[in-house]
Nanobody, 120 residues
Framework: VQLQASGGGLVQAGESLRLSCAAS????????MGWYRQPPGKQRELVAG???????NYADSVKGRFTISRDNAKNTTYLQMNNLKPEDTAVYHC???????????????WGQGTLVTVSS
């Protein structure tokens, strides 16, 4: 089971990006999904999370600018980022709690990260 993130890039302040994160492998069920980010020289922090039924939560710094969503049929979560600021520059990682086919327990799976750079 793995998560593949995509959609990062270099943009100017005020512009938008949409990140995607698709889960693949022997998946029975996916629970909570989320996006985290790690700015240069700083610790990883939660950006946004979404439950299987669509309840969401956001870091205060991104409320009103970022929107997390998911497509359960595609095992994919998205992060729409609008009005990007230089302080949003970071490596963005997706995360999900996944139950594998035929395996007991919930596995905490991380994607490889995608770099978002916002220039001023």
């Amino acid at each position: 089971v793995q998560l593949q993130a995509s959609g990062g890039g270099l943009v100017q302040a005020g512009e938008s990006l949409r990140l995607s994160c698709a889960a693949s492998g022997s998946i029975f069920k996916i629970g909570d999904m989320g996006w985290y980010r790690q700015p240069p020289g700083k610790q990883r922090e939660l950006v946004a999370g979404i439950t299987k039924v669509g309840s969401t939560n956001y870091a205060d710094s991104v409320k009103g600018r970022f929107t997390i969503s998911r497509d359960n049929a595609k095992n994919t979560t998205y992060l729409q980022m609008n009005n990007l600021k230089p302080e949003d520059t970071a490596v963005y990682h997706c995360n999900a709690g996944i139950i594998r086919l035929g395996v007991r327990g919930v596995y905490n799976v991380w994607g490889q990260g995608t770099l978002v750079t916002v220039s001023s």
